[in-house]
C-alpha cells in the first residue's frame, strides 16, 4: 500500500474508533474524522471527555478507521492540540470534511485534536489472498 492509497482509503471512511488509555486500562470512543495531505487525522471532542483528557496526559492513540468491505486501516500514532495558525489550518481541513464542525465551535469546552501517525495497517479480508500490509510513517 501506498502512502496515497492510503490517504485515499482514510478520507473515505469519516468515523473511526479512538483508543486511548487512562491510569492503564484502556478506554475508546467514536469520533468524526478529517485527514489532511500529510496523513493527520483531526477531530473535535469537549475538552471535558475522557479522550481528550487521556491523549493530554499520555499522547498516544490507536485508532480504527473502515470497518466495512472487510476492509480496515488500524493507525497509530502521536496526539497534540494545535494552536494559533496551526489551528487554523486544522480547522480548514476538519470544517471541509465535517460542514457542522463550525456549529460545534461555539459550543463551550469544545477541542480539537491532531494525531499525527507513525504506523499503519491495511487488512483487505474480502481480497483472495487476503491483503495485509504495515507501514511506518515519518
Known sequence: MTRAELLAF???HRLAVVSTAHDGAPQAA?????VSDN???FFDTLTTSRKYQNLRADPRAALVIGW???????VEGIADF???AELI???QV???AWPDGPERETWPNIG????????????DFGAVPARIEEMTLP
Open 10 to 12: 482514510l478520507r473515505v
Open 30 to 34: 467514536v469520533v468524526g474524522i478529517a
Open 39 to 41: 496523513l493527520e487525522i
Open 68 to 74: 466495512d468491505a472487510e476492509q480496515t486501516a488500524q
Open 82 to 84: 494545535p494552536s494559533g
Open 89 to 91: 489550518a486544522c480547522k
Open 94 to 96: 476538519y470544517f471541509a
Open 112 to 123: 480539537y485534536v491532531r494525531i499525527r501517525p507513525n504506523w499503519a495497517r491495511f487488512s
